[in-house]
């Protein structure tokens, strides 16, 4: 079929602040505590309660700006935003609306193909975070809602991009470089399930060489990188279904049910678009000297994309390689340690992408607490470099090391594990080996070349893996052709 | 007139506020009076002036990232009209 239509996609995330308190109160962020445990008069929004505002969470507002290439406003203000829902205790939301804390960034993401594309930022804003209603099927909570008012006044941050978007591909490529960006900031924990990185989509289509935007639809709820993929391109085929049967996008609030894989009108919130905002009379202007910018500037660290660079540049690995080890901030810390010690970065990452993320991913651990320090894969790397074990027995020994912590030289001693590279021990096997396989030997020397792997093998396992394979093979073509 | 009795009556369903007839014509008559004010401030040239946000003149009030106490779940819900276990209790919101 002729795509007849261009997708046209801007999406707003809200990107939860990793702050111990909230954004406006002393109150504890933690997550999962028991309902209502986290409260006081600011957040439960009682009568004569101040909001004062939090320095960091304005601080990693900064940083993230900067992070994605934003002008930091030098003077924002708070605003309220007023509709009635009952997580919301004051009945207005506090945010900002006419000046933002940052405005006009972009972030580059990558196409398939290995072109890429500017996506803009058109602001990002701080505000403060309702509370969690659940609308469980417990009998206590038949035919009504519960109210935990320990995540109001969280502190967010909603980054809103440009509709620059045109598949869900780029929209997914966007949201993943932010994604990285924030948790790479430590700004954020990530957690898309516990709603700390939470995406709404506005969604629309176009014929293809149109200019004005189609009429848009705002989908919600959305918690995980796959199901936003799926809320959108249901959501274009239901616009162009649509369209096409003669009928018209209106402009709604629509949620994602990860169910049915299909996004349903949300009802009832028509009239809650108009908000009323005015200037939150209980805070006063925020006001960002440069000072204050160049400070939280020289605390950036280095960012995914130049990490990546760098791996490629400077270290010398494939783009594959780089994109794995810059994807985790701690991945690639723990790999930069390796290479500070052992200098050959090729090595590191075949050891890091091989078994270490092989191992972490079996035992379900993070890079945070692996068992193998850079300073112990060093000492395994060492032993296969120097010959003191063979690339194999130093999957045994990466192993052991795993599950003890000792070092690669106390298991190679305690076990025995050394590499015989004595030539005459070797030599005895393959003579024994030559001996027992007299069709073999016929064969190989009839022409078969490939059967030296046939020998080396039996004499590996004579050896228990111990000889080193170079010499093996060395000696049995010696033997075997007689010269 | 600056503002319709039916725009009054939709501000006052938005914040959630029941006026009687008599009401909603004195308010449209009332808030019609402010609009016309407001129009007469319009009047003025403020050009090369920062909007006002704040009454008073100051900025940057700010605290630290500290935890403090706050409530018990027991004194959040001392006021609380409804209640189940440590939450509060609302009329069902969706369906």
Same mark, same amino acid.
């Given at each position: 079929?002729?795509?007849?239509?261009?997708?046209?996609?801007?999406?707003?995330?809200?990107?939860?602040?990793?702050?111990?308190?909230?954004?406006?109160?002393?109150?504890?962020?933690?997550?999962?505590?028991?309902?209502?445990?986290?409260?006081?008069?600011?957040?439960?929004?009682?009568?004569?309660?101040?909001?004062?505002?939090?320095?960091?969470?304005?601080?990693?507002?900064?940083?993230?700006?900067?992070?994605?290439?934003?002008?930091?406003?030098?003077?924002?203000?708070?605003?309220?935003?007023?509709?009635?829902?009952?997580?919301?205790?004051?009945?207005?939301?506090?945010?900002?609306?006419?000046?933002?804390?940052?405005?006009?960034?972009?972030?580059?993401?990558?196409?398939?193909?290995?072109?890429?594309?500017?996506?803009?930022?058109?602001?990002?804003?701080?505000?403060?975070?309702?509370?969690?209603?659940?609308?469980?099927?417990?009998?206590?909570?038949?035919?009504?809602?519960?109210?935990?008012?320990?995540?109001?006044?969280?502190?967010?941050?909603?980054?809103?991009?440009?509709?620059?978007?045109?598949?869900?591909?780029?929209?997914?490529?966007?949201?993943?470089?932010?994604?990285?960006?924030?948790?790479?900031?430590?700004?954020?924990?990530?957690?898309?399930?516990?709603?700390?990185?939470?995406?709404?989509?506005?969604?629309?289509?176009?014929?293809?060489?149109?200019?004005?935007?189609?009429?848009?639809?705002?989908?919600?709820?959305?918690?995980?990188?796959?199901?936003?993929?799926?809320?959108?391109?249901?959501?274009?085929?239901?616009?162009?279904?649509?369209?096409?049967?003669?009928?018209?996008?209106?402009?709604?609030?629509?949620?994602?049910?990860?169910?049915?894989?299909?996004?349903?009108?949300?009802?009832?919130?028509?009239?809650?678009?108009?908000?009323?905002?005015?200037?939150?009379?209980?805070?006063?202007?925020?006001?960002?000297?440069?000072?204050?910018?160049?400070?939280?500037?020289?605390?950036?660290?280095?960012?995914?994309?130049?990490?990546?660079?760098?791996?490629?540049?400077?270290?010398?690995?494939?783009?594959?390689?780089?994109?794995?080890?810059?994807?985790?901030?701690?991945?690639?810390?723990?790999?930069?340690?390796?290479?500070?010690?052992?200098?050959?970065?090729?090595?590191? @990452? $075949?050891?890091? #992408?091989?078994?270490? =993320?092989? %191992?972490? *991913?079996? /035992? !379900?651990?993070?890079?945070?607490?692996?068992?193998?320090?850079?300073?112990?894969?060093?000492?395994?790397?060492?032993?296969?470099?120097?010959?003191?074990?063979?690339?194999?027995?130093?999957?045994?020994?990466?192993?052991?090391?795993?599950?003890?912590?000792?070092?690669?030289?106390?298991?190679?001693?305690?076990?025995?594990?050394?590499?015989?590279?004595?030539?005459?021990?070797?030599?005895?096997?393959?003579?024994?080996?030559?001996?027992?396989?007299?069709?073999?030997?016929?064969?190989?020397?009839?022409?078969?070349?490939?059967?030296?792997?046939?020998?080396?093998?039996?004499?590996?396992?004579?050896?228990?893996?111990? @000889? $080193?394979?170079? #010499?093996?093979?060395? =000696?049995? %073509?010696? *033997?075997? /052709? !007689?010269? | 007139?600056?503002?319709?009795?039916?725009?009054?009556?939709?501000?006052?369903?938005?914040?959630?506020?029941?006026?009687?007839?008599?009401?909603?014509?004195?308010?449209?008559?009332?808030?019609?009076?402010?609009?016309?004010?407001?129009?007469?401030?319009?009047?003025?040239?403020?050009?090369?002036?920062?909007?006002?946000?704040?009454?008073?003149?100051?900025?940057?009030?700010?605290?630290?990232?500290?935890?403090?106490?706050?409530?018990?779940?027991?004194?959040?819900?001392?006021?609380?009209?409804?209640?189940?276990?440590?939450?509060?209790?609302?009329?069902?919101?969706?369906?």
């Amino acid at each position: 079929m002729i795509q007849r239509y261009e997708t046209v996609i801007g999406l707003e995330v809200h990107v939860q602040l990793t702050t111990n308190t909230k954004i406006f109160c002393s109150c504890s962020t933690e997550f999962g505590q028991t309902p209502n445990s986290q409260t006081c008069p600011v957040c439960l929004g009682l009568p004569g309660a101040l909001p004062v505002l939090n320095r960091k969470a304005v601080e990693f507002a900064i940083k993230t700006g900067l992070a994605t290439n934003c002008r930091i406003a030098p003077r924002s203000i708070f605003a309220r935003k007023n509709y009635f829902y009952p997580d919301l205790p004051k009945g207005y939301q506090i945010s900002q609306f006419e000046l933002p804390v940052c405005e006009h960034g972009w972030l580059d993401i990558e196409l398939e193909g290995g072109d890429s594309k500017r996506i803009g930022i058109t602001r990002a804003h701080m505000e403060e975070d309702a509370g969690k209603l659940i609308h469980g099927d417990k009998p206590e909570a038949a035919g009504s809602s519960l109210v935990d008012l320990n995540r109001a006044c969280t502190p967010l941050l909603e980054i809103v991009s440009e509709p620059d978007m045109r598949s869900s591909e780029e929209a997914i490529a966007y949201l993943k470089k932010l994604h990285q960006i924030v948790v790479y900031l430590g700004v954020c924990d990530g957690n898309l399930e516990e709603g700390s990185f939470r995406c709404d989509a506005n969604v629309s289509v176009r014929p293809y060489g149109q200019e004005a935007f189609g009429t848009r639809a705002e989908l919600k709820n959305i918690n995980s990188f796959r199901f936003i993929k799926q809320a959108i391109e249901y959501e274009v085929e239901r616009q162009i279904d649509l369209i096409e049967g003669g009928g018209k996008v209106i402009q709604e609030t629509r949620l994602f049910d990860s169910n049915t894989g299909m996004t349903q009108s949300m009802r009832g919130k028509e009239e809650a678009h108009d908000y009323r905002y005015f200037p939150d009379p209980d805070l006063v202007p925020l006001v960002i000297s440069q000072e204050w910018i160049e400070q939280v500037r020289a605390t950036l660290p280095e960012l995914p994309d130049a990490k990546r660079a760098r791996f490629v540049e400077e270290l010398g690995l494939s783009a594959y390689d780089a994109e794995v080890l810059a994807a985790d901030r701690a991945l690639a810390d723990y790999f930069d340690a390796c290479v500070m010690l052992a200098k050959d970065a090729k090595t590191c @990452a $075949n050891w890091i #992408m091989g078994d270490v =993320l092989r %191992k972490l *991913k079996e /035992t !379900g651990e993070s890079i945070a607490d692996v068992p193998v320090s850079p300073q112990l894969l060093n000492g395994l790397m060492a032993r296969i470099a120097d010959n003191t074990i063979s690339g194999k027995i130093a999957k045994t020994v990466f192993e052991k090391m795993w599950q003890s912590g000792q070092t690669a030289d106390q298991i190679i001693n305690a076990e025995g594990l050394k590499q015989v590279t004595d030539t005459g021990e070797i030599e005895v096997l393959v003579d024994e080996v030559i001996a027992a396989n007299p069709d073999q030997v016929a064969e190989y020397l009839g022409g078969k070349d490939k059967l030296i792997g046939f020998f080396v093998g039996k004499v590996m396992q004579a050896s228990q893996g111990k @000889a $080193n394979p170079g #010499m093996v093979n060395q =000696l049995l %073509k010696k *033997k075997l /052709t !007689g010269n | 007139m600056k503002i319709t009795r039916a725009e009054v009556e939709h501000v006052s369903r938005l914040a959630r506020l029941a006026l009687s007839e008599a009401e909603l014509d004195s308010l449209t008559d009332e808030m019609d009076a402010i609009l016309d004010y407001v129009e007469q401030l319009k009047t003025l040239d403020t050009e090369g002036i920062v909007p006002t946000a704040h009454a008073v003149p100051m900025e940057n009030a700010f605290r630290p990232d500290e935890i403090r106490p706050g409530f018990t779940p027991e004194q959040a819900l001392s006021n609380a009209p409804d209640r189940a276990d440590s939450a509060f209790r609302v009329p069902r919101i969706i369906e």
